[in-house]
């Protein structure tokens, strides 16, 4: 991200260091410029000056993000300025910024009026895509019954779109539900992806709400690259990122911050056979009685990569898996680390799996550590760092650090025709009431281990 040396206005002089420069220069044809290449470039300045508004430089610049997308398509590249775009006006609740396939459209301009229009911060310049029609937003989601559906669609689209540098908003999805259909509108509040491949990077999504299927929706087989979804809220799964059926998502260098769900997948949902891959994210803060962090289904194999699961709860409630819920999935886990995640401490709640709870799955564990990660059991359940049922798990050179349990097993609880190897791991200073290690009808072998002060 580049930050310039000054502090920015609009009429802010900005550092050649900090300018966003492309490889091809422009030549002015007709009402718009086209790269030596061929490739249009139309403008959109919501403070564009005039004296005509028709998208062919920044002052020149359709004023409306929706006149731009009504004109672009393939070969051709839409660049906003800083500053808010509504996809319709109030009372319209099925308007959104519907891409065009094979587009690029890049936000976070700092635009007309300054020295340098073309140079790019996507904090300093941010462009926002707001589905709140009247401007009325209140916390806590109040006040989002006027709000549109979904504030971005991406329906069928080409691997080369591209959607870069927005901050997208203000999402109310509480509509009908039509299933697995683009013509649903309890999903998706964000950005409801349907059999598209679309690549989304450096966007924050945030502030959404959906009665299903999370602020990003992915129907197809999205890319997600250094975006961030923040304070998004579903009523009943993946208040986040939810993947629906044979999706190769992939995400990269992504943050799930302050995500809430009162069920399954609170950061992110993948739904069954699903082969996404995670490297480089971090869940912080999320909750969901299943999975406050990521919720795995049925006949997923989903990888992680240097991933971090941090703070996030399961619950209210008997919660499990505050980290990660996996269910009949095949988990395969590298340098990944789990800290300070835990059940509801409420005395009547019996919560599982601080970090992990692993319900009829397969999981490969490598080189991760498990950190002051903490299940609230009441009852048979606990693990604080990793609850295993009717499981199989390997797990190698990873770290047990004051995890607990306030009844079984602080460390590992190993049920129910569970079979664990464990090898080359440490495990320091974790505590339960019952032993930092339980295992009960399942077969454990560990090698190579070192335990002290359990």
Same mark, same amino acid.
């Given at each position: 991200?580049?930050?310039?040396?000054?502090?920015?206005?609009?009429?802010?002089?900005?550092?050649?260091?900090?300018?966003?420069?492309?490889?091809?220069?422009?030549?002015?044809?007709?009402?718009?410029?086209?790269?030596?290449?061929?490739?249009?470039?139309?403008?959109?300045?919501?403070? *564009?000056?005039?004296?005509?508004?028709?998208?062919?430089?920044?002052?020149? *610049?359709?004023? @409306?993000?929706?006149?731009?997308?009504?004109?672009?398509?393939?070969?051709?590249?839409?660049?906003?300025?800083?500053?808010?775009?509504?996809?319709?006006?109030?009372?319209?609740?099925? *308007?959104?910024?519907?891409?065009?396939?094979?587009?690029?459209?890049?936000?976070?301009?700092?635009?007309?009026?300054?020295?340098?229009?073309?140079?790019?911060?996507?904090?300093?310049?941010?462009?926002?895509?707001?589905?709140?029609?009247?401007?009325?937003?209140?916390?806590?989601?109040?006040?989002?019954?006027?709000?549109?559906?979904?504030?971005?669609?991406?329906?069928?689209?080409?691997?080369?779109?591209?959607?870069?540098?927005?901050? $997208?908003?203000?999402?109310?999805?509480?509509?009908?539900?039509?299933?697995?259909?683009?013509?649903?509108?309890?999903?998706?509040?964000?950005?409801?992806?349907?059999?598209?491949?679309?690549?989304?990077?450096?966007?924050?999504?945030? @502030?959404?709400?959906?009665?299903?299927?999370?602020?990003?929706?992915?129907?197809?087989?999205?890319?997600l690259i250094g975006c961030e979804l923040r304070g998004n809220k579903s009523g009943n799964v993946a208040a986040g990122l939810y993947m629906h059926f044979s999706v190769d998502t992939t995400v990269t260098n992504c943050s799930f911050y302050d995500n809430v769900t009162a069920g399954r997948g609170g950061g992110a949902y993948l739904k069954g056979d699903s082969s996404p891959t995670f490297t480089g994210c971090l869940f912080s803060g999320n909750s969901g009685l299943l999975g406050g962090g990521m919720y795995s289904d049925s006949n997923n194999s989903p990888t992680l990569t240097n991933c971090t699961f941090d703070s996030n709860i399961a619950g209210p409630g008997a919660g499990r898996g505050?980290?990660?819920?996996?269910?009949?999935?095949? $988990?395969?886990?590298?340098?990944?680390?789990?800290?300070?995640?835990?059940?509801?401490?409420?005395?009547?709640?019996?919560?599982?799996?601080?970090?992990?709870?692993?319900?009829?799955?397969?999981?490969?564990?490598?080189?991760?550590?498990?950190?002051?990660?903490?299940?609230?059991?009441?009852?048979?359940?606990?693990?604080?760092?990793?609850?295993?049922?009717?499981?199989?798990?390997?797990?190698?050179?990873?770290?047990? @650090?004051?995890?607990?349990?306030?009844?079984?097993?602080? *460390?590992?609880?190993?049920?129910?025709?569970?079979?664990?190897?464990?090898?080359?791991?440490?495990?320091?200073?974790?505590?339960?009431?019952?032993?930092?290690?339980?295992?009960?009808?399942?077969?454990?072998?560990?090698?190579?281990?070192?335990?002290?002060?359990?």
């Amino acid at each position: 991200m580049c930050s310039p040396i000054l502090s920015q206005g609009r009429n802010s002089k900005v550092s050649p260091r900090c300018r966003f420069n492309y490889a091809m220069m422009l030549l002015l044809l007709g009402v718009v410029s086209t790269t030596a290449l061929g490739q249009t470039i139309v403008y959109v300045d919501a403070n *564009a000056t005039g004296p005509v508004f028709d998208g062919s430089s920044w002052c020149n *610049a359709y004023q @409306d993000l929706q006149q731009a997308l009504a004109v672009a398509g393939v070969d051709t590249e839409v660049r906003v300025a800083q500053g808010v775009y509504k996809p319709g006006t109030s009372g319209d609740r099925e *308007a959104t910024f519907a891409i065009p396939s094979g587009s690029i459209i890049n936000g976070s301009y700092q635009g007309c009026g300054t020295l340098d229009p073309d140079a790019r911060d996507f904090v300093l310049f941010e462009t926002i895509l707001n589905g709140d029609q009247n401007g009325d937003d209140g916390l806590n989601f109040n006040n989002r019954l006027e709000n549109v559906y979904h504030v971005v669609t991406t329906h069928n689209v080409s691997a080369a779109t591209v959607i870069d540098g927005f901050t $997208i908003s203000g999402g109310y999805a509480n509509g009908t539900n039509f299933g697995a259909s683009p013509a649903s509108r309890d999903q998706g509040s964000g950005v409801n992806n349907y059999l598209g491949f679309p690549t989304v990077s450096n966007c924050k999504i945030t @502030d959404n709400y959906s009665v299903n299927h999370g602020a990003f929706n992915d129907h197809g087989k999205a890319t997600l690259i250094g975006c961030e979804l923040r304070g998004n809220k579903s009523g009943n799964v993946a208040a986040g990122l939810y993947m629906h059926f044979s999706v190769d998502t992939t995400v990269t260098n992504c943050s799930f911050y302050d995500n809430v769900t009162a069920g399954r997948g609170g950061g992110a949902y993948l739904k069954g056979d699903s082969s996404p891959t995670f490297t480089g994210c971090l869940f912080s803060g999320n909750s969901g009685l299943l999975g406050g962090g990521m919720y795995s289904d049925s006949n997923n194999s989903p990888t992680l990569t240097n991933c971090t699961f941090d703070s996030n709860i399961a619950g209210p409630g008997a919660g499990r898996g505050a980290g990660l819920y996996t269910l009949s999935s095949i $988990i395969s886990m590298t340098g990944c680390s789990f800290q300070r995640n835990s059940g509801n401490d409420n005395d009547d709640d019996d919560s599982g799996g601080g970090a992990i709870y692993g319900e009829g799955s397969t999981l490969a564990i490598d080189q991760s550590d498990f950190v002051a990660n903490r299940a609230h059991a009441t009852g048979f359940t606990g693990g604080g760092g990793v609850y295993l049922i009717s499981s199989s798990a390997t797990m190698t050179q990873c770290l047990f @650090d004051n995890n607990s349990s306030s009844r079984y097993g602080g *460390a590992l609880r190993i049920a129910e025709s569970s079979t664990i190897s464990v090898s080359d791991c440490v495990f320091t200073g974790n505590s339960s009431y019952y032993n930092a290690i339980i295992i009960t009808i399942s077969s454990a072998e560990f090698s190579r281990c070192l335990l002290t002060a359990c």
